[in-house]
T-cell receptor
Framework: TQLLEQSPQFLSIQEGENLTVYCNSS?????LQWYRQEPGEGPVLLVT?????EVKKLKRLTFQFGDARKDSSLHITAAQPGDTGLYLC????????????FGKGTLLTVNP | GAGVSQSPSNKVTEKGKDVELRCDPI?????LYWYRQSLGQGLEFLIY????????KSGLPSDRFSAERTGGSVSTLTIQRTQQEDSAVYLC????????????FGQGTRLTVV
């Protein structure tokens, strides 16, 4: 089973600060997704990255897929309290693609 | 329906009792997943259904856990002889196909075993 390591596990920052969270694996993924989960809700897809070196922007969120497709990062600029939540990465490749391994997530708290 | 629906939203049960959790996926979605999430933790894969293929049950933690999907639509996750360590949020997701397409999640069933 491919493992996705997310770091940091917990992050608490003040409104307006920038932050980066990471998703790393020793295995190559054909593609990777980022989800955000708010308390009491199921995860919601933010983005899918499929090409090594790809960068995608979603308003204040910037997602990057590593050149070797083993790692990804999510950078948030000028964080807001509404960004609070659990950020999860999910990857898949080859024959076990359907299991779509999730990382344990980064729990982000943005304080006003 | 418009989204994935799970019921009940909350369930409190006594240790040793059986429970059934229901998931109504988005109409037409062929793939259905069950995950378990402990407090503040990530998602633990339990079982995957895809079309008429045999389900992947490799994530079920013990033989007390079972799941079925009737008519390629509604799914039920059954936990027999519940234990306190079964307490968690059980999330169901569906997607239009297998593989890394968008998974749509329900709000989950919070199970508490007392």
């Amino acid at each position: 089973t491919q493992l996705l390591e997310q770091s940091p596990q917990f992050l608490s920052i003040q409104e307006g600060e920038n932050l980066t969270v990471y998703c790393n694996s020793s295995s190559v993924f054909s593609s990777l997704q980022w989800y955000r989960q708010e308390p009491g809700e199921g995860p919601v897809l933010l983005v899918t990255v499929v090409t090594g070196g790809e960068v995608k922007k979603l308003k204040r969120l910037t997602f990057q897929f590593g050149d070797a497709r083993k790692d990804s990062s999510l950078h948030i600029t000028a964080a807001q309290p509404g960004d609070t939540g659990l950020y999860l990465c999910r990857g898949g490749s080859g024959g076990s693609n359907y299991k779509l391994t999730f990382g344990k997530g980064t729990l982000l708290t943005v304080n006003p | 329906g418009a989204g994935v629906s799970q019921s009940p939203s909350n369930k409190v049960t006594e240790k040793g009792k059986d429970v059934e959790l229901r998931c109504d996926p988005i109409s037409g979605h062929t793939a259905l997943y069950w995950y378990r999430q402990s407090l503040g933790q990530g998602l633990e894969f339990l079982i995957y259904f895809q079309g008429n293929s045999a389900p992947d049950k490799s994530g079920l933690p013990s033989d007390r856990f079972s799941a079925e999907r009737t008519g390629g639509s509604v799914s039920t996750l059954t936990i027999q002889r519940t234990q306190q360590e079964d307490s968690a949020v059980y999330l169901c997701a569906s997607s239009s196909a297998g593989g890394l397409v968008e998974a749509f999640f329900g709000q989950g069933t919070r199970l508490t075993v007392v």
